[in-house]
């Protein structure tokens, strides 16, 4: 059997802030192809995990190798050709148009004065393309839908070309036909593009269809595994307080108790 | 596509270079002394000139003035685009980070507190040079104040808040000294504040050229962050952006260009804000490729018509520049704010 290639791998990392640990004991592993969700409830950490992970703020305590190599001996513009980032947060001027703002994902590798070579140019075109976005180049970020500017966002983080993508909550504010269009879009990256994807949803349901694995961070345990076998261990059962909302595990989705 | 749009901007410099060339020339045409434009040319070009005079008025007070006016509004105008990209923030200018005010305390300083050590500041003292070091050494005490505190404070909104809090507690230091000094120092803390590009010598203009120079070639060097500074701090550091590093590199090329003018030329109101804001009009692109080299053409023309308006053509008087930059700036201020009620930075 070929050797499995590892994109990211965590071992018992604490996660937080000076004073407190937000979760610790996160353990998993992620290789190619593999599209990855980070469930659990509100204010567990799933947004300061990926922000430690993408190396926005620092861990607590344990390892995270990226390509086999610990985050904190990467230097800036190196980490950049690893791992791109979608964040919640607006983006601060949206007077970009959609082509000045996937242009910017090929800063890592374009020079002081960020000339664009043929070979950035292609992979800007090709951004452009898989996400149908060509009749929209021209049009400022702020002329878009919710919907069409989260595909922007993720095809500038696909124009960065990196091996390792995380999304902070890609599918909030949008209608059930868009959620389920970006998430089979991620999952077509990952498969397509032999990229690790990982990203932070409250569309469980969604994602125990759709991902390859699924980290449940409820701070203690934080069971990660495929969505079938995190079913059939019963870790979604635990996921809500059970008087208000029960897992079917027949049909995988929550139910509101009556 | 980038060589296709780089191609249809050539046309915009071209007619803005244009645009300068003629500006230039029709401030160094007009004065307090009304010289025949064909004499202009011809003291220009080492031609006859019927009255002496008029040759030395050209050469050595009407051609550093427009330069130094190209100097001041060009630096004023790329101070204020490096702000407002760094700040993420339409309104930032010089102004905001408390670096203009940061020269007006220097020269309040020294123009209204002499009176308050009296044994120490010979009057004679108080010429034009030791007011540049002044208000030069006022800026850079305030802007290396923001720098520690950038080093600091991670969120730049709080720092455009400190910024505005330095303005303040300058201002009302200034207001103090006012009050207790005499009518004579007053009037000249006053004229400063006023705002002139027309006492510089050659000397001093090639001071004040180099100062510049090095803020421009800094920024040129600041234009692939600022560029990523646009999506926000996060996404310019997941870009590879070393965000303290950049932030210092784009803070001191702000303080070199309004400081240095701010000492020379008075604290001039409005360039700063209102420029990046007009050339996003004639450029429509967030990249600062073309950014910064159009700001700095828009803001000198914009400098050389205010200077030549201010002029007042054919008669001796002059008046404030300040005012004249406020006329036009503050109209613009408000036509932003207006619309931006529907429009974002």
New interface residues.
């Given amino acids: 059997m070929e050797e499995q290639k590892t994109t990211i791998e965590v071992k018992s990392l604490s996660i937080g802030y000076k004073n407190y640990a937000v979760a610790e004991n996160i353990n998993f592993e992620l290789q190619p192809k593999e599209l990855c969700a980070i469930i659990g409830v509100n204010g567990i950490g799933k947004s300061t995990l990926l922000r430690t992970l993408g190396k926005l703020q620092p861990k607590l305590s344990g390892e995270i190798l990226v390509e086999k190599q610990l985050l904190e001996n990467y230097n800036p513009s190196d980490f950049a050709k690893q791992t791109s980032i979608v964040l919640t947060e607006p983006i601060a001027s949206k007077n970009l148009t959609v082509k000045e703002l996937i242009t910017l994902g090929r800063q890592p590798y374009t020079n002081w004065l960020g000339s664009l070579t043929t070979a950035d140019k292609k992979y800007i075109v090709e951004s452009i393309q898989n996400f149908e976005l060509e009749e929209f180049t021209g049009k400022k970020c702020h002329e878009l839908s919710d919907g069409q500017l989260q595909r922007v966002l993720i095809a500038r983080a696909m124009a960065q070309d990196t091996p390792l993508i995380l999304l902070d909550e890609p599918t909030t504010h949008l209608d059930l036909y868009h959620k389920v269009q970006i998430l089979k879009l991620l999952q077509q990256l990952a498969h397509q593009y032999s990229k690790t994807i990982l990203f932070t949803t409250h569309e469980i349901d969604l994602a125990i269809q759709l991902c390859d694995k699924i980290l449940i961070l409820d701070g203690q345990e934080n069971p990660f595994a495929p969505p079938c076998e995190l079913i059939k261990e019963g870790c979604f059962n635990t996921l809500f307080p059970s008087e208000m909302v029960k897992f079917d595990v027949k049909t995988g989705t929550f139910k509101v108790n009556k | ?2 060589q296709g749009k780089a191609k249809s901007y050539r046309f915009s410099f071209i007619l803005l270079l244009g645009v300068l060339l003629f500006t230039w020339f029709l401030n160094i045409s007009s004065g307090s002394v009304n010289i025949p434009i064909k004499f202009t040319f011809s003291a220009l070009f080492n031609g006859e000139v019927p009255v002496d005079s008029w040759k030395y008025i050209i050469w050595n007070y009407r051609i550093p003035k427009a330069f130094t006016a190209i100097l001041v509004g060009g630096g004023l105008a790329l101070s204020g685009l490096l702000m407002q ?1 760094l700040f ?1 923030n339409p309104l930032a200018g010089p102004f905001v980070l408390g670096i203009s005010s940061g020269a007006s305390l220097g020269a309040a300083l020294l123009l209204l507190g002499s009176s308050l050590l009296s044994g120490f500041v010979v009057f004679g003292f108080l010429n034009d040079v030791s007011l540049v070091i002044a208000a030069s050494l006022g800026s850079f005490l305030v802007l290396l104040i923001v720098m520690i505190v950038a080093n600091r404070v991670r969120d730049t909104m709080a720092l455009l808040i400190i910024g505005l809090m330095f303005g303040s507690v300058t201002s009302a230091i200034v207001s103090v000294l006012a009050y207790f000094s005499d009518a004579e120092q007053l009037q000249r803390f006053i004229f400063w504040s006023y705002g002139s590009v027309g006492n510089l010598s050659w000397n001093q203009l090639i001071l004040l050229a180099s100062i510049i120079f090095i803020g421009v070639l800094l920024s ?2 600041s ?2 962050k600022l ?6 701090e ?2 310019a ?6 965000l303290k590093k950049s932030r210092l590199l784009i803070i001191i090329a702000t303080g070199l260009l309004a400081g240095s003018i701010t000492a020379f030329a008075g604290p001039i109101a409005f360039v700063g804000l209102a420029v990046p804001h007009l050339t ?1 009009q004639l450029f429509n ?3 600062h ?1 073309i950014l910064v080299p159009a700001v700095f053409l828009y803001g000198a023309i914009l400098m050389l018509l205010c200077d030549t308006i201010a002029q007042l053509p054919n008669s001796a008087s002059v008046l404030p520049i300040n005012a004249i930059t406020s006329l036009i700036g503050a109209p613009v201020v408000i036509w932003l704010l207006v619309r931006k009620r529907k ?3």
């Fill in positions: 596509m980038m990209t993420r040129v060097f234009i692939k560029n990523a500074f646009l999506l926000g996060n996404y550091q997941s870009l590879g952006v070393s996003r692109t967030m990249e490729k429009l974002l930075f």
